[in-house]
């Protein structure tokens, strides 16, 4: 990322998304005021900011992540299809501008150093298995292979961003607390949870069903 560590960056706002370093984000841009953003950020470094979108509370969240274009393709009529790569995230300093998109004066956060690297170690590999017999557990339950990618990140930091992006379901909010935790070990802590709590549920469905193979699951 850059070499400062506040700087202006356009903001994309998005509802139910949460974008996490080095996860890729497809967009497809139509509003007027973001072909003018895109334009922008094209003429510049390809850089600005995903950031969630409360349409409760018509606000934005104040930690997001900064996403470099890595791919664009623009239509006759303007629209353009767009994929994207998370960098670092960022916190909301001030918000500049509005029009014709917003745009805030930012700061780059990164997680704590870490003081106890053996029990960060220890965690990581217990979030690893835990995802393993997730993934086994649903192929056995509904009868179809799923796998988890050949090489899952090793550093502990970048793990708990892959699990956190990966989660299934309405799950916005909680992964919008993941990105705004500054611990690692806390961040990994919290999915290994939610991991345990699907495994013993997947377990105890797969029990079942084989116990009872004429039940059908719902």
Same mark, same amino acid.
């Given at each position: 990322m850059g070499e400062l560590s506040v700087r202006? &960056?356009?903001?994309?706002?998005?509802?139910?998304?949460? $974008?996490?370093p080095q996860e890729v984000l497809p967009l497809h841009i139509f509003e007027s005021r973001y072909r003018i953003m895109l334009k922008s950020v094209l003429e510049t470094d390809s850089m600005f900011g995903v950031i969630k979108w409360d349409q409760n509370t018509k606000s934005m969240a104040n930690v997001g992540c900064c996403a470099q274009i890595? /791919? !664009?393709? %623009?239509?006759e009529?303007?629209?353009?299809n767009i994929i994207t790569l998370g960098q670092q995230r960022f916190q909301i300093l001030e918000i500049v501008r509005s029009t014709p998109y917003c745009s805030a004066m930012v700061s780059w956060i990164n997680d704590e150093n870490v003081d106890n690297f053996q029990k960060l170690d220890a965690l990581k590999d217990s979030v690893t298995?835990?995802?393993?017999?997730?993934? /086994?557990?649903?192929?056995k339950l509904t009868n179809s292979k799923k796998n988890l990618p050949e090489k899952l990140?090793?550093?502990?930091?970048?793990?708990s961003f892959w699990? *956190?992006? !990966? &989660?299934g379901g309405a799950v916005a909010?909680?992964?919008?607390?993941? $990105?705004?935790? #500054?611990? %690692?070990? %806390?961040?990994? =802590?919290?999915?290994?949870?939610?991991?345990? !709590?699907? #495994? =013993?549920? &997947?377990?105890?469905?797969? *029990? &079942? /069903?084989e116990s009872f193979p004429d039940i059908k699951d719902n």
């Open positions: 202006e &960056l356009p903001l994309f706002p998005l509802p139910e998304v949460v $974008l996490f890595i /791919k !664009h393709q %623009t239509a009529d303007g629209r353009s298995e835990a995802l393993s017999d997730v993934v /086994k557990l649903t192929s990140p090793n550093n502990p930091m970048e793990l699990v *956190a992006s !990966h &989660l909010e909680e992964q919008q607390r993941l $990105l705004e935790e #500054r611990n %690692t070990y %806390t961040r990994l =802590k919290r999915e290994f949870e939610m991991l345990d !709590h699907t #495994r =013993k549920q &997947l377990a105890a469905r797969t *029990a &079942l /069903k």
